[in-house]
């Protein structure tokens, strides 16, 4: 059975929503980021030096870090559902193309947040800049229902993750944006809904 370390809210959340998406079986291990410590008391830096979640623990004690890594892995594993497309296509370049955009443009952008160092000035204007490509990524979704085309993809789940960062951190999406659309879709998908439970972050 796979195992993944998670926080709640945290970009783990993605790999957590793929694991329901996928009916997988599988076992949510709590992590606090804080004490590196995961709910048992074990040293989440015996799991991940990294010390950040998502982490994905197989049977045989492997283990698997990185979210765009990790939603690949579990996307193959389960080739019906259409979560990745075919390893070699141009389809599955075009995902690969979103993944890492959302990681290196998006994702990592969120990180000066945590940071008490940086000042609000700085802080202020990378909210412009997250905005900025949030709406790159609107005008790529256009009228499509998701990220890749009308396929919901791993792509959706990490995206919709980072979408809700933005609450979190006060930052307001404009009113003609694409994205307050599609959120709500993804968030009609019993497997989101699911996820946001087991995470305490839905009643």
Request: hydrophobic share 35%; charged share 25%.
């Given at each position: 059975?796979?195992?993944?370390?998670y926080?709640?809210?945290?970009?783990?959340?993605?790999?957590?929503?793929?694991?329901?998406?996928?009916?997988?079986?599988?076992?949510?291990?709590?992590?606090?980021?804080h004490?590196?410590?995961?709910?048992?008391?074990?040293?989440?830096?015996?799991?991940?030096?990294?010390?950040y979640?998502?982490?994905?623990?197989?049977?045989?004690?492997?283990?698997?870090?990185?979210?765009?890594?990790?939603?690949?892995?579990?996307?193959?594993?389960?080739?019906d559902?259409?979560l990745?497309?075919?390893?070699?296509?141009?389809?599955?370049?075009?995902?690969?193309?979103s993944?890492?955009?959302?990681?290196?443009?998006?994702?990592?952008?969120?990180g000066?947040f945590y940071?008490?160092?940086i000042?609000d000035k700085?802080?202020?204007?990378t909210?412009?800049?997250?905005?900025?490509?949030?709406s790159?990524l609107?005008?790529?979704?256009?009228?499509?229902?998701?990220?890749?085309?009308e396929?919901?993809?791993?792509?959706?789940?990490?995206?919709?993750?980072?979408?809700?960062?933005?609450?979190?951190?006060?930052i307001?999406?404009?009113?003609?944006?694409h994205?307050?659309?599609?959120?709500?879709?993804?968030?009609?998908?019993?497997?989101?809904?699911?996820?946001?439970?087991k995470?305490?972050?839905i009643?």
């Open positions: 059975m796979l195992t993944l370390y926080y709640p809210g945290a970009c783990s959340l993605a790999p957590h929503i793929i694991l329901e998406e996928g009916e997988f079986e599988f076992e949510l291990k709590l992590v606090d980021l004490e590196k410590k995961t709910g048992s008391g074990r040293d989440f830096l015996e799991i991940n030096p990294k010390g979640v998502p982490a994905l623990a197989f049977e045989d004690g492997t283990v698997l870090t990185e979210v765009v890594a990790i939603l690949q892995y579990l996307g193959d594993q389960v080739p559902k259409g990745v497309p075919k390893s070699g296509t141009m389809d599955r370049y075009r995902l690969q193309e993944l890492s955009y959302l990681s290196s443009e998006v994702h990592k952008l969120f000066v940071d008490p160092n000042s700085y802080k202020d204007e909210k412009k800049k997250i905005l900025s490509r949030f790159y609107s005008g790529q979704l256009g009228e499509r229902a998701y990220l890749m085309g396929q919901y993809t791993v792509a959706d789940a990490y995206l919709f993750t980072l979408l809700g960062f933005t609450t979190h951190f006060g307001e999406l404009p009113s003609n944006s994205l307050l659309e599609y959120m709500g879709r993804v968030l009609q998908r019993p497997s989101v809904v699911n996820t946001l439970k995470e305490g972050l009643e």
